[in-house]
């Protein structure tokens, strides 16, 4: 992870939070008042977001004490310790939520990427992700897919040339369009084409595509169409595909299976804080 850009995304979140100051906080403590928070599992699964901890609560305060005790990537069982912070209650209290939010979804798609990633034991099929992430948090979401045991597809717009249906119309055909980029790219950069149809998929082939992915079709149709690429293309499917059936399209021969609900519709993993001013302990903020 680029730890120089996960700062500069804190200091945006904490800029959002905050505003001009934390009036609750400011209000009522002192900042001479010192206690200790301690972040805890409220369920089990796959922990993600040492980091943004480590990270995120000295950008606060630098006096603060940060203790993790979870690598990212480490499963968790329900009432485990993840981290302790001590120090200002002030600091505690304003850097708790925007804290929390990041590692509770960073946690969950962990979670839910290595949930993927056993269904698909004993295939040849990888667990990837897609571009369906949050505006501005893409470099966490990837990572945490990553720390869950899969894969990252393509991190944007600039690092592979995807020709979906729509690039393709515009263009003409899948021949065209594939010719067009590939006249103006150099030898690092793939090209993956999307097909519906088996006519199609030949097309794909026929004009050279490094990757062919078969968008929103069924683990038969994939399992029959297979037959048709060679061997020097990768093959992925896209489109419809959720944990329940993703057994199905792992045994139908397809390289690669990218999951959009990896990122755009995850559960936050349920992570709380409790809290330890002057001895007495009780629950965190909201």
């Given at each position: 992870?680029?730890?120089?850009?996960?700062?500069?995304?804190?200091?945006?979140?904490?800029?959002?939070?905050?505003?001009?100051?934390?009036?609750?906080?400011?209000?009522?403590?002192?900042?001479?008042?010192?206690?200790?928070?301690?972040?805890?599992?409220?369920?089990s699964g796959i922990f993600c977001g040492k980091q943004v901890i480590k990270i995120g609560f000295p950008l606060l305060d630098n006096s603060l004490q940060?203790?993790?005790?979870?690598?990212?990537?480490?499963?968790?069982?329900?009432?485990?310790?993840?981290?302790?912070?001590?120090?200002?209650?002030?600091?505690?209290?304003?850097?708790?939520?925007?804290?929390?939010?990041?590692?509770?979804?960073?946690?969950?798609?962990a979670t839910q990427a290595y949930e993927a990633v056993q269904l698909t034991k004993d295939t040849n099929a990888h667990v990837c992700d897609t571009r369906?992430?949050?505006?501005?948090?893409?470099?966490?979401?990837?990572?945490?897919?990553?720390?869950?045991?899969?894969?990252?597809?393509?991190?944007?717009?600039?690092?592979?040339?995807?020709?979906?249906?729509?690039?393709?119309?515009?263009?003409?055909?899948?021949?065209?369009?594939?010719?067009?980029?590939?006249?103006?790219?150099?030898?690092?950069?793939?090209?993956?084409?999307?097909?519906?149809?088996?006519?199609?998929?030949?097309?794909?082939?026929?004009?050279?595509?490094?990757?062919?992915?078969?968008?929103?079709?069924?683990?038969?149709?994939?399992?029959?169409?297979?037959?048709?690429?060679?061997?020097?293309?990768?093959?992925?499917?896209?489109?419809?595909?959720?944990?329940?059936?993703?057994?199905?399209?792992?045994?139908?021969?397809?390289?690669?299976?990218?999951?959009?609900?990896?990122?755009?519709?995850?559960?936050a993993f349920d992570i709380s804080a409790l809290v330890q001013p002057k001895g007495v302990v009780t629950n965190g903020t909201h």
């Open positions: 992870m680029n730890t120089i850009k996960l700062k500069h995304m804190l200091q945006q979140f904490f800029n959002e939070d905050i505003g001009d100051g934390d009036l609750s906080s400011e209000t009522i403590f002192t900042p001479s008042e010192q206690g200790s928070f301690t972040f805890y599992a409220k369920q940060v203790h993790v005790f979870k690598e990212d990537g480490e499963w968790i069982e329900e009432g485990e310790q993840i981290a302790v912070i001590e120090g200002s209650l002030r600091s505690l209290l304003t850097g708790e939520r925007v804290i929390l939010n990041l590692i509770q979804r960073m946690s969950g798609i369906k992430t949050i505006p501005g948090l893409r470099m966490l979401d990837k990572y945490a897919v990553r720390a869950g045991g899969a894969f990252n597809h393509r991190s944007g717009l600039y690092d592979a040339i995807m020709l979906k249906d729509n690039h393709i119309a515009f263009a003409g055909s899948i021949t065209q369009a594939v010719a067009s980029a590939r006249s103006k790219i150099g030898h690092t950069v793939k090209i993956e084409v999307e097909i519906e149809t088996k006519e199609q998929l030949i097309e794909a082939v026929n004009a050279g595509a490094d990757i062919i992915m078969f968008d929103n079709r069924t683990p038969e149709e994939i399992r029959e169409w297979l037959a048709l690429v060679p061997a020097h293309i990768a093959t992925e499917a896209s489109g419809g595909i959720t944990l329940e059936n993703l057994r199905s399209y792992a045994e139908s021969g397809i390289q690669w299976i990218s999951l959009g609900a990896l990122t755009h519709s995850v559960q």
